[in-house]
Nanobody, 121 residues
Framework: QVQLVESGGGLVQAGGSLRLSCAAS????????IAWYRQVPGKQRDFVAA???????KYADSVKGRFTISGANAKNTAYLQMNSLKPEDTAVYYC???????????????WGKGTLVTVSS
């Protein structure tokens, strides 16, 4: 079993920045990849970014150039630095463990409980 705990959400004005953290514990040894998803109530959960244990990254088009994902594999912790935030970035952000392959990210069924990010206009 893998447990994922997110932190770092909050309220920020448009144009501001936040840094989210995802800490993994349990049967991690070396997780292949960690990703961030986000979800607005009533809508599907969308992929935001992923980082592999080898340092490869993938981003959704909507956040490219604004968000940066990084991972400290030895500590099984990943971060999402979010800059130039927009009101449409408002969502609950979830951490996931999975696989980052050449053709995309495949989530495993390990999710955190989420952290709320609210961007005011």
């Amino acid at each position: 079993q893998v447990q994922l705990v997110e932190s770092g959400g909050g309220l920020v004005q448009a144009g501001g920045s936040l840094r989210l953290s995802c800490a993994a514990s349990g049967s991690t040894s070396s997780l292949p990849a960690i990703a961030w998803y986000r979800q607005v109530p009533g809508k599907q959960r969308d992929f935001v970014a992923a980082v592999s244990s080898g340092g490869s990254t993938k981003y959704a088009d909507s956040v490219k150039g604004r968000f940066t994902i990084s991972g400290a594999n030895a500590k099984n912790t990943a971060y999402l630095q979010m800059n130039s935030l927009k009101p449409e970035d408002t969502a609950v952000y979830y951490c996931n463990a999975g696989f980052l392959r050449y053709n995309g990210y495949n989530p495993m069924d390990y999710w955190g409980k989420g952290t709320l990010v609210t961007v005011s206009s």
